[in-house]
């Protein structure tokens, strides 16, 4: 890998880990914690969940514009500095409206991050290496929920100390970021209202079904996944925190992405990453107690869906190849879309009709989508 590849990859991987595994995914980790010092409702507690989708939907489709207009660096530093400052504002938080706020402002960081890196590399990146540089900085969200796991367990000062410590490494991407990425976009990129007319092609409104199912799948586990092993599987806390930390763990697999998809087609990682969605669930359906089944399917849980990102935001690239950002930022949106609307149909399914047949239901669906794949888009062969 050359050395201009190599600083793209790691200063985009540090990006992703520090916008999505800190300032996004580190919520769910940290809110008990957070509850016992700041107290809140749990009415108030779905609302300030909900802080971090909402910002996350406003930026990943307006970052494609922005990046066009103002070019990948400025949306980056712009993406590492609403993680910084919104992680500092959750650690001096003292009641629910500023714990929204910080939320709110952490969460404008990952929409602006996927699009402007897409961006990015395919400005810098030829066209043969960019779905393993894309799906290789995708994989820096298992990165920092590791790190989100390591830091809230060992570090003192508690959830204020770990967003603290979070917001520094946010602010140490501004460096590499300005260092690596480019200025502006080159004449090549059409405009932002160009590549929205690809909306209407048959293959880039399969990609948003697809995008859709999955997240809507993919919320049994992100959603609920800690609920589900304490309730209904029934593993201790710290288990259950171990499991958590396997499944982030795993997803450093997606980072494989590329070199599989040379192998068996970009398809055929597609259709492993479905499995690795759909048949973990089965597994958490009908497990009792600790099992070396269970640990696997965490890991499963973990790895399918990070890689069914690095996928979705390949094809999104593709799609779009005039425009990358704005064919990744529709794909990332429809996948938060189907995230919401899991976990809200999942937490009715689990109420009314019990864990292992709401689960299973989720499975059913995943594996439905083995049956679509998208048209062929521009680039390399994907079967």
């Known amino acids: 890998m050359r050395s201009a590849t190599c600083a793209l990859a790691v200063t985009g991987f540090s990006l992703i880990a520090v916008t999505y595994g800190m300032a996004r995914f580190s919520w769910g980790l940290m809110l008990p914690a957070v509850a016992a010092d700041v107290p809140f409702s749990p009415q ?35 993406a590492a500095l609403c993680a910084a400052s919104g992680l500092l504002l959750l650690a001096c938080a003292s009641s629910p409206l500023l714990l929204a706020t910080g939320l709110f402002i952490a969460g404008l960081s990952s929409g602006l991050a996927s699009p402007a890196l897409a961006a990015a590399v395919s400005e810098r990146i ?22 989100t796991v390591v830091i809230l367990s060992v570090l003192p000062g508690g959830w204020r100390g770990a967003c603290l410590l979070f917001a520094l490494l946010s602010l140490a991407c501004l460096l590499p970021v300005m260092r ?72 450093i697999l997606g980072a494989a992405t590329g070199p599989v998809s040379a192998c068996i087609g970009l398809n055929g990682v597609y259709r492993l990453s479905l499995c690795g969605m759909a048949l973990p669930l089965l597994v958490l359906a009908f497990s009792r107690g600790e099992s070396t089944g269970l640990l696997i399917a965490v890991a499963c849980c ?9 996928v979705l935001l390949v094809w999104g690239a593709r799609a779009v190849a005039d425009d990358p950002a704005t064919g990744v930022g529709l794909l990332f949106f429809m996948l938060a879309v189907g995230q919401v609307v899991g976990s809200l149909l999942f937490g009715q399914l689990y109420a009314s009709l019990g864990a292992a047949t709401a689960l299973t239901l989720f499975a059913v669906s995943a594996l439905l989508l083995l049956f679509v794949v998208p048209g062929r888009t521009r680039g390399a062969s994907d079967n």
């Open 302 to 310: 973990g790895a399918g869906y990070v890689t069914l990102s690095g």
């Open 44 to 78: 108030q507690a779905g609302v300030l969940s909900a802080c971090s989708f909402v910002a996350y939907c406003l930026t990943i489709l307006t970052a494609a514009a922005l990046a066009e207009r103002c070019g990948t660096r400025l949306t980056a530093l712009l």
């Open 126 to 147: 030829p066209a043969a290496a960019q779905p393993r540089i894309n799906t290789l900085i995708n994989a820096g969200t298992s990165a920092g929920i590791i790190l």
């Open 180 to 251: 690596v990425l480019p200025v502006h976009t080159s004449g090549r990129a059409a405009s932002v209202r160009r590549g929205y007319r690809h909306l209407f092609r048959r293959a880039m409104l399969r990609l948003m079904g697809i995008a859709l199912v999955s997240g809507l799948t993919s919320a049994a586990w992100w959603s609920f996944g800690s609920a589900l092993l304490r309730q209904h599987v029934g593993v201790d806390a710290e288990t259950a925190r171990l499991l958590w930390l396997v499944a982030g763990g795993a997803g």
